[in-house]
């Protein structure tokens, strides 16, 4: 137990620079002081003490903004950064050196009883305001994004983002219509991930130039290859790369005056 809490302490060492010295850590660190009030509340729950591990760990929420039921299970290394707002239900499973912003949610979607929770592996983390809701699995060291509102299973390795909650980068980038538009928008430096969540008609009417963009491309390189087993003569010309150097003038230009530059 006490190996646990002394490593409980040095991970909030290791994932937030503020921390300062131990004394500070424990005595002003609302994320910990929830950890160590559910692992003796857990306790209390596996002996059969239900009433008297609720009870604990509704003081815990009290004191802490941090809402954990007894019944979750959390591995090792359990980091909680800021932590208000916090919800874990009572079938959630969180593995070793997992990672947790404030406003997260580990629930569930349905009333019956059994696994209705997320079950979250190894290395995860958790980006502020996400919600992980339902019994599937997020695959060990992935990420989910803050204000995310994730209802499937999530890949190991991988990125999450938006509503609903979408691979953008991992295993399931072959098959995630978001990379192709994320794919020929760095072709033409633009960074679609920074703006195709956000519910502004210009970045909705960019996002839907490069979807046409992408089909045009589609249709002409099939329009080239049916043409070239038609004839043979016919050359496919090669299109015009675009040059990188003019969109790292016009970032850079971005970055000196994000008021008044050119927005691509």
Partial sequence: MFKTVREDIASV?????????????????????????????HKLWQLKFKWLARFLSTF???VTGIEIH????????FFIDHGM??????????????????????????????????????GVVVG??????G??????????????????????????????????????HAIDPEHKRQAIAEKIGFDAYGVS??????????RALLDHMHAVDERMNGMCG????????????????LDDHDFEVVAEAQKACPDNSPKL
């Avoid at 620079?17 to 002003?28: G, K």
């Avoid at 060990?140 to 299973?153: E, M, W, Y």
């Avoid at 070239?228 to 015009?240: A, G, T, V």
């Fill in 135 to 172: 019994p599937f699995t997020v695959g060990a060291n992935a990420r989910i994004g803050s204000n995310s509102v994730v209802t499937k299973a999530v890949p190991a390795g991988a990125t999450v983002v938006g509503v609903p909650g979408r691979v953008i980068k991992g295993p399931s």
């Fill in 197 to 206: 969540d956000m519910p502004d008609p210009i970045a909705q009417a960019i």
């Fill in 13 to 41: 060492f290791d994932r937030d620079p503020a921390a300062r010295n131990t004394f500070e850590v424990l005595t002003t660190y609302p994320g910990l002081h929830a950890v160590m009030f559910h692992r003796l509340a």
């Fill in 128 to 133: 502020a305001g996400a919600k992980v809701l």
């Fill in 85 to 122: 707002g916090i919800v874990i239900g009572e079938t959630a499973e969180i593995g070793d050196d997992v990672t947790i912003y404030q406003g997260v949610t580990l629930g569930g979607t349905s009333w019956q009883k059994g696994k209705r929770h997320p079950t979250l592996e190894d």
């Fill in 226 to 241: 049916t043409l070239q087993r038609l004839d043979k003569s016919f050359k496919n010309q090669e299109i015009p790369e």
């Fill in 70 to 77: 007894p019944g979750a299970t959390i591995g090792r290394r």
């Fill in 60 to 62: 815990a929420r009290w």
